[in-house]
């Protein structure tokens, strides 16, 4: 899906309509459609449509209305700045919120009924666990505001194509580095979890032979 719809597709769609003589605007809309057909064929699968297909959606429009009225390529390719940007944004503003925008699209994505869904939501009155996912927030919110900013550099500098491509490769390349990010630091968090945990144990099993009262049963938590 993601190699025909979002990353194969478009760029030999739009190769092949420049080609054929076709302005890069009309090119750049049409093989837009390819990213929005995706997203509805997965929406069709999943029978939902999730915010970030939302915001993707949004970013193509939005994207295609100005390609359209002002005839310049290079305002059509901010289009996939709109949604880093709002996804950027958002994560930064939920942090003001009880739970913040990662935890929530983490919920949604592993399922709210299903039993690491129910395990992600019953850690969360962990105060070890909200902080982590706070800085988890913090740290995306930053990373895509910065792929954002580097889109629009690109595109501002480089060729209609070159920038075509980029724009298509640069959200993986920023994602795989903040998802390798996120299983180091959340191994790092649990670690550090299992060493306060044991620790706690220890305190307390030395505390209840002083005062000759038994030991806490193995997995206590005090």
Request: glycine share 10%; aromatic share 6%.
């Amino acid at each position: 899906m993601i190699i025909v719809f979002d990353l194969g597709g478009p760029l030999l769609a739009y190769g092949l309509l420049r080609s054929a003589g076709m302005s890069a605007v009309a090119a750049l809309v049409i093989s837009g459609v390819l990213p929005a057909l995706g997203i509805a064929m997965g929406a069709m699968v999943d029978r939902r449509l999730d915010v970030l297909g939302v915001v993707v959606l949004a970013g193509l429009v939005v994207g295609t209305v100005l390609g359209l009225t002002t005839h310049n390529a290079r305002l059509y390719l901010l289009d996939g700045s709109v949604p880093s940007a709002l996804f950027a944004v958002g994560c930064l503003l939920s942090l003001r919120l009880r739970q913040p925008l990662i935890f929530r699209l983490a919920v949604e994505i592993l399922g709210p009924d299903t039993p690491k869904g129910r395990d992600v939501i019953a850690a969360w009155r962990y105060p070890g666990f909200r902080r982590a996912f706070r800085i988890i927030t913090v740290v995306w919110g930053a990373g895509y505001l910065v792929e954002a900013a580097v889109r629009v550099v690109i595109v501002e500098t480089t060729s209609t194509g070159i920038a075509l491509l980029c724009s298509k490769l640069l959200p993986y390349v920023f994602v795989l580095s903040l998802s390798a990010w996120k299983l180091v630091y959340g191994e790092h968090e649990k670690k550090k979890a299992e060493r306060d945990a044991t620790a706690s144990q220890g305190t307390t099993t030395i505390m209840s032979t002083t005062t000759g009262a038994p030991p806490a049963p193995p997995g206590h938590r005090a």
